[in-house]
């Protein structure tokens, strides 16, 4: 597969688009601040229960990526509610690129 049609990839901390890396191994991290903040995780389970590769959310992450949760789902069942109802072309394409703006904001961990 070319590197120019690879799906681009989410940072594994913050799950922003990340740059392509051109030759070598592909980046994990959209920039050095969040490379840093996935290894002071790293350094902070060491020597607990808890897996190295677990993503800790403090409670207000979490409900925010609760609440982003709830707008995509909203968001579909928008697009479902006007295929049902015949809705036009445009106003679907509408509804679709919008779902698209919110499931990408719901990837989004922190």
């Known amino acids: 597969m070319a590197a120019a049609s690879r799906r681009p990839e989410s940072c594994v901390w913050c ?7 051109g030759i070598g191994r592909r980046r ?10 996935a290894y002071e995780q790293r350094n ?19 409900s925010a990526l ?7 789902r909203c968001a579909a069942e928008d697009v479902a509610t006007a295929v049902a109802e015949g809705a036009d072309a445009g106003e679907l394409a509408t509804l679709s690129d919008r779902l698209v703006v919110m499931a990408r904001g719901a990837e989004r961990f922190r």
Request: charged fraction near 30%; charge should be positive.
């Open 66 to 72: 609760s609440d982003r949760l709830f707008e995509l």
């Open 15 to 21: 799950g922003r688009e990340v740059a392509p890396a």
């Open 28 to 37: 994990r991290y959209c920039r050095q601040s969040c490379r840093q903040r």
């Open 44 to 62: 902070a389970v060491k020597g607990t229960s808890i897996p190295a590769d677990a993503l800790v959310l403090t409670s207000d992450e979490a």
